[in-house]
């Protein structure tokens, strides 16, 4: 299995040196060059763990990697940093009738850790394969979730060290709190004065700065990413759409090859690119949802077929979502245009440049499959509200994104095919608005510790780890600066730390 770049210029990549470089040199996201396809059935996966399920995916796509190479990577990501032996449990919601995949039980209680918690392993191996000796410089930009599941992924993983960019004032108080109180040597946090796309924008030219390149590789650092343009995260999360599908049919609620839909709350593509993915190796699926906020440039994509950035940015109750540049969209594209690297690269010029590109009626129609959708705020509190009056559930408000998206979906168009939503956060990681929504208000003057009590005692759900440490843990980052000085904050950070070693 080789993988080629969106924008032609680099083609022929082991899946290990596409995960070593995450963004390709010439700016495009690597993408397989063909699809495989599962080679066990569905029943015989449904009779499967997370772990043998994510063997069995994961492999068709990580050819370079031998099979003891691949179960060390899955054995040590998918252990008792998850609080429930199922991994990702399916939780079925009866008024609503749909089932809620839950992909927040890992170290820092969001879906990120699904990739985030296997992506170190899957780093280190490649680096190993392919000889390299440099340090790895790990460079994110986070809208809240990523930058600390990447952070609990590598913080004191020998070989690598990690920077972590998120936007001051564009995440919530306990992911910021997650954030700055980080330990381990090899960690930076910086705040950014700007929003999740300065940031993005910010890090992608630190990427493409050849000169910085070579500075630091004279230094003896290689860059590399965690964000999910990195085919390192896409692949290991296409495995938790297998298991939830596989998950139906040992319940009985499925036969094989029955259909299923999956809703997913959507910022950067990632999440339900990785859906796609899964229906592309075998798994039956009728519709993807594409479930935005209010920032709902993805919803007018599906719509019309022009992408637009030009508009107002809102921050709402759902920040990991707050996103107007969606990266990993440029693998669909890509795919969708018959792999055409020359008109995808030109589509993502006008978008740098204008803001704003269009596609055809045939690349439409390759993309059928998925439906856009979007929420207000008041719908995502109504959602919650809704949800815990009926069936005593709370979710998160990126969940309720995916679960108002879903209903609306199944509303109008009368599908009843079965619906997984993918639950992206515990609903303890945005208590505030959680708690605002199942109590109309009456929760509000409560402080963030009294509030915690409160989820646990109206979810019955026990406060999770990741928010008892919280709760002790010590301020280690307090660094803030603008946009254009990112660069100077990494190579300041970084040859400081070599000098000291
Ligand atoms: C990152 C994130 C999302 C968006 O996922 P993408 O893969 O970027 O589309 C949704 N919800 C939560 C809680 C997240 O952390």
New binding site residues.
Partial sequence: MLYDSTRGGERGKTASQAILEGLAADGGLYVPREFPHLDVSPEELAEMDYRETAYHVMKLFLTDFSEEELRYCIDHAYDEKFDTPAVCPLHKAESAGVWFLELFHGKTI???DMALSILPYLLTVSAKKNHVEEEIVILTAT????GKAALAGFADVPGTSIIVFYPKEGVSPVQERQMITQKGENTHVIGIRGNFDDAQTGVKKIFSDKDLRKELLEAGCLFSSAN?INIGRLVPQIAYYVYAYTRLIGEGVIKSGDPVNFT?????????LAAYFAMKIGIPVRKLICASNKNNVLFDFFRTGTYDKNRTFYVTS?P??D?LV?S?LERLLYLADGRNAEETSERMKELTEKGIYSISEDMKKEMSAFVGSYSTEEEVMETIHDLYEKDRYVI?P?TAVGAHACRKYTEETNDHTPAVIAS??SPYKFGRSVLHAVGNGIYDEQDDTEQFYTLEKVSSVPIPGAIQELLHAEVRHRTVTDPDKMKDAVRSWILGRRKRS
Avoid: E, Q, W
């Fill in positions: 969001a879906f990120k809208s809240g979730d990523t999910s997913v709350p959507t910022g950067n593509f990632g999440n339900i759902s990991s979502m996103i969606s990993n998160d990126h992206t956060a």
